[in-house]
């Protein structure tokens, strides 16, 4: 077999897959409902794919929204923008140090206040 890939591994993202912040730029948006999972059922969340990259990610609410605040309501607009994918640790489920991935702005990223506040970048006034 000449796959050098794992029987487990899949075709997205997954937060054990990072190890630093990477640099992704966006090179295509899936909408809800276009790709099946592994079993054959359809995913219900976005998905975006990336340049030079053989894995896309799968939006949760959160990675979301942040999307949504950094480049607005339309999709294709996020074609072609960069992005930074990090693993973090969060209290979730009730659980504590929940591994997640979520999306940052490359450092330097010029954006709009109440986007930096949603963040966490800067303090509210």
């Known amino acids: ?4 890939r794992s029987p487990y591994e899949g075709n ?6 990072i190890s630093k912040p990477v640099k992704l730029i966006i090179s295509e948006v899936v909408n809800e409902f276009q790709e099946k999972s592994a079993d ?3 995913i219900d969340r976005i998905i975006l794919k990336f340049q030079k990259a053989q894995k896309g990610l ?24 960069e992005i930074v994918v990090c693993r ?14 979520r999306i940052w702005p490359p450092k330097g990223t010029p954006l709009p206040r109440s ?3 949603k963040l966490g970048l800067e303090e509210p006034e």
């Open 12 to 17: 997205y993202i997954e937060a054990l897959d």
């Open 58 to 81: 799968i939006l949760n609410k959160t990675n979301y929204r942040v999307m949504w605040a950094m480049f607005g309501k339309t999709r294709t607009d996020w074609i072609g923008k």
């Open 115 to 117: 986007v930096l506040t």
């Open 40 to 42: 054959g059922r359809p």
């Open 88 to 101: 973090r640790y969060i209290n979730a489920f009730g659980d504590r140090n929940v591994m997640c991935i």
């Open 1 to 4: 077999m000449n796959d050098r």
